[in-house]
C-alpha cells in the first residue's frame, strides 16, 4: 500500500525530470535567409541577358542583367557595352530579343542603365560579402552560351580603364572573365547583386573586375532621382 501511495509523487518527478532534460537541450529554431547557392541557375542566370550588335551580325557581344529598384525594372551594363558604335543617353540598343533606350551613362564609372519590358529582375544586396564568402558571375563569355562562374573576392583594387580614360574602384574576384562578360552580374550566395563586372585581369584570366556595390548603388539612386 505504501508503493501506490507514493506512486504519484514518483510519476511527478519522472515528468519533471524529463522537462528538465528537453528544455536544456532543445536549440531553438532560428529562421536565416534562403541561401541560392544550389539555384543560381535556377533563379538569378534567367535574369541576365546578352547584348547583341547589328554592326556583328547579331552575335553576343556582351552582358546586361535585369534589375529591380524603386517597384521598377532596368538592365544594368557597362558604360563601354552602351556606349559601342557611338551609342548615348537616349539611343536604343537590343538586349535579348528586346529594343531598349539607354536611360543613364555614368562618366565616372564603368557603367550604364538601360531601360526595360520586363517586370522582374534581380535585387541589390545590402552589403558586400567577406572575402571568403561564396560569390557568382552570370555572363555570356566569348559570344557562347550563359556561363555561371564561382569565386570570392581578392581585395580592393582600382583599374586604370583605359579606354573610358578613368582610374576605377574596383573589388578583385576570382572568377574567369573573358571579353563578353562585359556588364555581367556579381551576385552573393543569396542570389543578391553585389557589383558589375568591367574588366578582365591583365594577368591571370582566372581574376576579373567588378564595379563595388556602393558604386553601383550611388549611379542607380542618382540616376533615378534626377
Known amino acids: 500500500m505504501k508503493l501506490f501511495s507514493k506512486l504519484p509523487l514518483l510519476l511527478a518527478s519522472i515528468f519533471f525530470a524529463l522537462a528538465i532534460y528537453v528544455i ?3 536549440k531553438p529554431k532560428i529562421k536565416k535567409r534562403v541561401r541560392y547557392e544550389a539555384n543560381i541557375a535556377k533563379d538569378v542566370a534567367p535574369h541576365v541577358v546578352a547584348f547583341k550588335s547589328p554592326l556583328y551580325g547579331y552575335r553576343r557581344l556582351a552582358t546586361g542583367f535585369y534589375l529591380k529598384i524603386y517597384g521598377k525594372n532596368f ?3 557597362n558604360r563601354h557595352v552602351c556606349e559601342i558604335n557611338g551609342k548615348k543617353e537616349g539611343d536604343a540598343l537590343i538586349f535579348g530579343n528586346a ?3 539607354i536611360i543613364k551613362i555614368d562618366t565616372q564609372h564603368d557603367l550604364c542603365l538601360v531601360t526595360s519590358h520586363r517586370t522582374d529582375g534581380l535585387e ?4 558586400t560579402p567577406a572575402r571568403l564568402e561564396d560569390i557568382y558571375l552570370i555572363g555570356f563569355p566569348r ?5 555561371i562562374r564561382k569565386g570570392h573576392i581578392i581585395e580592393e583594387a582600382t583599374i586604370d580603364a583605359h579606354w573610358l580614360k578613368l582610374v576605377v574602384p574596383a573589388y578583385h574576384i576570382s572568377t574567369i572573365a573573358y571579353g563578353g562578360n562585359s556588364g555581367s552580374p556579381v551576385v552573393n550566395k543569396y542570389g543578391e547583386v553585389i557589383g ?3 574588366a578582365g585581369s591583365p594577368r591571370y584570366i582566372t581574376e576579373g573586375f567588378m564595379v563595388p556595390l556602393p558604386n553601383l548603388k550611388d549611379f542607380l539612386y542618382g540616376a533615378l532621382i534626377e
Open 24 to 26: 536544456t537541450t532543445s
Open 124 to 127: 541589390l544586396a545590402e552589403e
Open 75 to 77: 538592365i544594368v551594363t
Open 99 to 101: 529594343v531598349e533606350t
Open 143 to 147: 559570344g557562347i552560351g550563359k556561363v
Open 196 to 198: 558589375v563586372l568591367f
